[in-house]
């Protein structure tokens, strides 16, 4: 099994930034893609970014610009810097890894509160 624990959340103001880290331990082996999601209050959680171990990466429209995902695979951790925060981003942001081998075994983190206010 994989555990993961998110850090870097915290409040603050639009324009700002913020930079998310997800540490994985546990059976390392069946790590393959790395991904954040959210989940706004009242809403569905939401798909932001992936990257795959070759370090390709995918984000979604809403946040093309000014999150970018990375990941260090000698440390397992993945990471999302977000620049020029909006308050829509606020939400709780989750760290997800998929299983290397079947894409349908998912570990998730607990999550972490990004809050964009003034």
């Known amino acids: 099994q994989v555990q993961l624990v998110e850090s870097g959340g915290g409040l603050v103001q639009p324009g700002g930034s913020l930079r998310l880290s997800c540490a994985a331990s546990g059976s390392l082996f069946s790590i393959g893609s790395m991904a954040w999601y959210r989940q706004a209050p009242g809403k569905q959680r939401e798909f932001v970014a992936r990257?795959?171990?070759?370090?390709?990466?995918n984000h979604i429209d809403a946040v093309k610009g000014r999150f970018t995902i990375s990941r260090d695979n000698a440390k397992n951790t993945v990471y999302l810097q977000m620049n020029s925060l909006e308050p829509e981003d606020t939400a709780v942001y989750y760290c997800q890894v998929r299983n290397r081998v079947d894409v349908r075994v998912e570990y998730w983190g607990q999550g972490t509160q990004v809050t964009v206010s003034s």
């Open positions: 990257v795959w171990n070759d370090g390709k990466t």
